[in-house]
């Protein structure tokens, strides 16, 4: 099982996490631990590790790569889980969290997984395999309205509505079953001419996806949770890598930054909103041109940083 890829913006985020050796860190997706192992490294014996992924493969991937540590605990969850996660193992707050958002290496490259448009596999998509809902259940089974608007707003494809109408003519003949009869209907979904820029599956692919595993949804519903889980001092590191992601954790982390909703011309704060921190990462850190050159997946990462604040202060 191969989960070997470098981890991207890997010291970055150890730094940006600044750990203390006696602290208590979560990796929300734990994938196959190369985060991890290196937050261990740095942990005392009186440091703590909870490690959570919904995907079964990453699970035992983890386990086998960190082997038995009492400090560590592993987790099969969905990171949106870590609350109550964290309430069964008596742990009130922690020091630190990663989210490595979105598809991993090795669900990129397990062909029958589904995820890649480059092989021929049936069309699944699911991070849990535990789930019901598949990506061939959204191909088959959504209306022609939605698979447009699920295309348009999570592939920001600039065909949607062409791929969507293509989709529910091939599949009224017979049921889309694979990735490479989806190829097909999206390239005859997309003029010649405008399929030079990547692959035309490419956009298509990664909203299903997002639809599939509800991958915004949960993270738009998680970021506030995660802050209220630190304790003082504590940081949040999220790493996305595409503009949806990107702006959710931005926006996120600017109203816990800034909550007020006053008008203004107040002269002071009577919303009674509070701040829970502040951002440490104005913008977003992207990958150095050495690691551009290691590790072609980093090329989109971007790394956004949120610090507890020792007391929640008026704004």
Excluded at 43 to 52: A, M, N, P
Excluded at 103 to 111: P, Y
Excluded at 132 to 147: C, F, P, V, W
Excluded at 264 to 282: A, E, H
Aim: aromatic letters at 4%; a neutral charge.
């Amino acid at each position: 099982m191969d989960f070997e890829h470098r981890p991207v913006l890997l010291n970055e985020v150890i730094e940006g996490l600044n750990i203390r050796p006696g602290g208590i860190y979560a990796d929300g997706t734990l994938g196959g631990a190369g985060h991890s192992s290196e937050i261990l490294k740095r942990l005392s014996d009186k440091g703590r590790l909870v490690g959570i992924d919904q995907d079964a493969e990453a699970i035992e991937a983890a386990t086998e790569r960190i082997g038995r540590d009492e400090r560590v605990s592993i987790v099969r969850n969905n990171y949106s889980e870590l609350p109550a996660v964290l309430q069964e193992l008596h742990i009130e707050k922690v020091d630190g969290i990663l989210l490595d958002i979105g598809v991993s290496s090795h669900q990129l490259d397990t062909a029958d997984r589904g995820f890649s448009y480059k092989s021929d596999a049936p069309l699944d998509m699911r991070m849990d395999q535990r789930q019901r809902i598949t990506a061939a259940d959204i191909i088959n089974g959504y209306e022609e309205k939605e698979l447009f608007r699920v295309i348009r707003d999570y592939g920001e494809e600039k065909f949607a509505q062409n791929i969507a109408k293509h989709i529910v003519q091939a599949r009224a003949v017979k049921p889309i079953e694979t990735t490479f009869e989806l190829n097909e209907i999206i390239k005859i979904s997309i003029p010649a001419r405008m399929r030079q820029d990547g692959h035309p599956s490419k956009r298509t692919f990664q909203a299903i996806r997002i639809e599939c595993n509800r991958e915004l949804e949960v993270l738009s519903d998680s970021i506030e949770k995660m802050i209220d889980l630190l304790n003082p001092g504590g940081r949040l590191a999220i790493i996305t890598f595409h503009s949806l992601e990107d702006r959710i954790v931005k926006n996120a982390f600017k109203t816990a930054e800034n909550p007020c909703i006053c008008p203004p011309d107040f002269p002071k704060c009577v919303c009674g909103r509070v701040s829970k921190g502040r951002q440490i990462t104005r913008k977003p850190i992207t990958a150095t041109e050495e690691e551009l050159k290691d590790n072609s997946r980093s090329k989109s990462a971007k790394l956004r940083i949120f610090e507890r604040s020792n007391s929640q202060t008026r704004m």
